[in-house]
């Protein structure tokens, strides 16, 4: 075998190398930390955090335990002005997390490595562009998530949306609702899906329901009287859309069922969980804790 040969083949297993062992590396990395089983506490934790993991069957009860061993893990949680990150914020905020990962293959939200937590409320400056025109203003915010980047969360808001289920709000289910978007390369709306077929009806019932919820919008800035389980927020953009909707499909699958059925439909294909079959109407009221 001629040398040239030779340093051919070298340089394609050294190629394969560079590729498959990060690779197989993070697979049984993965595995590892999946396998850790939940302390007594953390699974009490994740019972206060989440009333639908009661109602989980056994599998899926499992599979999001490891979904949030795996997240408590892997992601590093930082408090922020002066916030102690405790074991309650930890798995409160990977509950979340991984109940968006249910029965789906992925990679625990791969381009995230930092989940920051102020203690309530903060401020951010926000910078627009017109043209050459700049301009810059603050901006309170209870949870943010940055393109390949952190996500951001207040941790008193999440209490709050915690316990009042009602609201239809959930800061940590919107943020890491973003965090699925960005994994098809941008934040539009569309998730990535996996499976063959997938997807099929998500562009026609998405455009239809967002420019429903934006005509909405208008008739309220009119001073018109319109109500919706939606979130108006989510008119800001196909992206705010899809968090917004994340939240009610979660934590009011009643409502978004009754007035958007098609909406419903779409995201219970795209989780692969049916929230109002799961949960009770009225859950009793001490389920809810924060």
């Not at 001629?2 to 050294?14: E, G, K």
């Not at 800061?171 to 990535?192: I, M, N, S, Y």
Request: proline share 5%; hydrophobic share 40%.
């Amino acid at each position: 075998m001629s040398d040239t040969v030779q340093t051919f083949f070298a340089i394609v297993a050294i190629a394969i190398l560079v590729w498959v062992l990060p690779y197989l590396w993070r697979s049984w990395r993965f595995r590892q930390l999946r396998s850790r089983a939940l302390t007594r506490e953390q699974k009490l934790l994740l019972q206060e955090a989440l009333p639908l993991y009661r109602y989980l069957p056994p599998g899926l009860r499992a599979e999001l335990e490891s979904n949030v061993s795996l997240i408590v893990q892997d992601k590093e949680f930082v408090g922020c002005e002066g916030l102690v990150i405790t074991e309650q914020i930890r798995v409160s905020i990977a509950a979340f997390a991984g109940l968006l990962l249910l029965q789906r293959e992925h990679r625990c939200y791969p381009d995230l490595r930092t989940i920051l937590v102020y203690p309530e409320t903060y401020i951010a400056r926000e910078t627009h562009f017109d043209g050459y025109i700049e301009t810059s203003h603050d901006s309170a915010r209870e949870g943010e998530a940055h393109y390949l980047g952190p996500v951001v969360i207040s941790w008193s808001d999440l209490q709050q949306d915690m316990r009042q289920p009602e609201h239809g709000h959930n800061v940590a289910l919107h943020e890491f609702a973003h965090k699925l978007d960005e994994e098809d390369g941008r934040f539009d709306g569309r998730p990535l899906f996996t499976r063959s077929g997938e997807g099929r009806h998500w562009a026609a019932v998405f455009s239809r329901e967002y420019q429903r919820l934006r005509a909405i919008r208008e008739e309220v800035a009119h001073g018109e009287k319109a109500h919706t389980v939606l979130d108006l927020y989510g008119a800001e953009s196909p992206a705010e859309f899809f968090a917004v909707a994340t939240e009610a499909f979660f934590v009011t699958p009643h409502a978004l069922r009754a007035q958007h059925a098609d909406l419903y439909g779409e995201l219970r294909s795209f989780y692969r969980l049916d929230p109002a079959q799961l949960l009770p109407v009225n859950p009793p009221a001490n389920q809810w804790s924060g």
